[in-house]
């Protein structure tokens, strides 16, 4: 059998990322065979996660110009990235000769708030979805969305489910397949609580006011980050 065809791997890393959108998917993919994986920041300095461990950037943006598979994680530090010039524009760089570009959970609001999103359907974390619509995306409510290259995952742990249906797209079906066997993924949760339609009334409005403690005013800072873009745009 021949050798996989060589791939290389980005994921951006910022701080405050939620770590299971990225190493979710990057334990899957790093299984692709014949792949090189990044964690691509600013700097190579150690990068703190929403889970109270850091986690260590492998380039900078200046050391990755281009990559096969682009992928943006999710977490409360998307809004930030979302405002950050110098991220968006290597999220466009490395976007413009990718083969694939995709994203977990609210990775893709930095995609959409790149420009990488308009008159695409994309996937989102359930809490943040209809934010897509601020940027020209079509929200989807799917656990795994495919648009041309575009690859958008749900909350969090859906960042498996997309890898693992990305790997079937690249290697195909059966590697795909052996690579769940080898991970065991064969989820079978203990509650029946991982969406909001069938969460209990109280642990839902627990979620909300989480996201308002740590993420306040989230929805109205990113209608006015999507206003401030296109004014910007249309001004260039």
């Known amino acids: 059998m021949p050798e996989a065809a060589p ?12 770590q299971l959108d990225l190493t979710g998917p990057a334990q899957v993919l790093s299984r692709l065979g014949n792949a090189k994986l990044d964690l691509v920041a600013k700097t190579r300095d ?16 200046a050391e990755v110009p281009r990559t096969d598979i682009l992928c943006i ?20 760089r490395a976007a413009a000769s990718a083969t694939w570009v ?12 790149a420009g990488l999103l308009t008159g695409y359907r994309a996937a989102c974390h359930w809490a943040s979805r209809e934010q897509l619509a601020f940027f020209g995306a079509e929200p989807v409510a ?15 742990t859906a960042g498996i489910d997309f890898a693992l249906a990305l790997t079937a797209k690249i290697r195909g079906e059966d590697h795909a397949k ?31 006011a989480m ?26």
């Open 46 to 61: 150690p990068v703190p996660t929403d889970a109270q461990f850091p986690l260590l950037p492998t380039a900078t943006f």
């Open 102 to 113: 995709t994203s977990v959970c609210t990775g893709s609001l930095v995609l959409a708030a």
């Open 178 to 208: 052996f690579v769940q066997l080898s991970l065991e993924y064969d989820p079978a949760p203990p509650f029946d609580s991982g969406a909001p339609e069938r969460a209990d009334a109280a642990t839902l409005a627990r979620y909300r």
């Open 142 to 156: 799917g656990r795994v969305v495919f648009d041309r290259n575009r690859v958008t995952g749900g909350g969090v």
């Open 7 to 18: 791939l290389h791997i980005a994921f951006l890393l910022f701080p405050d990322v939620t």
């Open 73 to 92: 994680p999710g977490g409360f530090g998307t809004v930030a990235v979302m405002e950050d010039a110098e991220t968006l524009a290597w999220v466009r």
């Open 211 to 236: 996201v308002e403690k740590f993420a306040p005013g989230r929805v109205d800072k990113v209608r006015a980050i999507a206003a401030r873009l296109a004014e910007t745009a249309s001004d260039g």
